[in-house]
């Protein structure tokens, strides 16, 4: 038996990097996998993979999963995506929330437009689709939202600062602000039985976002940790008991061995201090 047997799930951003593989492992663990992605077609986006491809390699394993193109800054494509959830595989058990935009530009510099476009994506499509599975989840007394944070949300701490920022100051706000929403939505939600939660690598994962924006050298990157370690710590969060996991923030390897997962672990959470949410 998988520990998602009949569930259905929602994982955006499923069309590549950590998106790709929470969905890929979660169908192995017996979920009905909602891909949604903007990037339906290989070739619709500058970088490759597509939700179609994603669900082809779950079938093709045995799993279940279907494609559904969402734009998550989108209410009308996010009601779409809940929607479509319901009609092929019933109430949606499970949310998680991976879908990101990232420009790195000095706040002197930024477009207006990219701003509010990054933060619709970030902070309001969580919300969004959040508030759209919750009637499902209340009405049986059980579910679980997992965000997907960054280690971005780690400011530069108290100034004076002797180096200029990247260009990382909208990212790492929208992570912060999707941390507080966690922790304030598992407060709201606990009377339900719903779990929140909102997990961090916790070394750069290398996909095909962090390798353009040259935060890790290449897929190979020993720097960095595997997107199977995100899935592996997002179903620890999706399956464990509401009273061990809910409100938590915390980060892939940490999480991990915290649970018995792994043996060894490094990163944030471990050798670095992570947020003051993932510290409550």
Known sequence: M?????????VTGASRGIGKAISTLFASEGAKVVCAARTLEEGGHAFGGSINETVSEIRKAGGTAVAVQTDVSSEKSCENLVNTARKEFGP????????????????????????????????HGPFMLAQKVLPDMIERGRGAIVNVSSGAA??????????????GTMYGATKAALERFTQGLAQEVYQYGISVTCLSPSKVVPTPGTVYHKLVTGYDDPRGEPPTMMARAILLLATEPLDKVTGRVTYSQAILKEFGWIEKAAGRGIDIVGTGYSQI
């Open 2 to 10: 998988g520990k998602l047997d009949d569930k259905c799930v929602i």
């Open 92 to 123: 949606v058990d499970v949310l998680v929330n991976d879908a990101a935009l990232n420009y790195y530009i000095p706040i002197k510099d930024y477009p207006v437009q990219r701003w509010v476009r990054a933060f619709a994506v970030n902070v």
């Open 154 to 167: 780690i400011g530069p701490g108290r100034g004076p600062y002797k180096t200029s920022g990247t260009g």
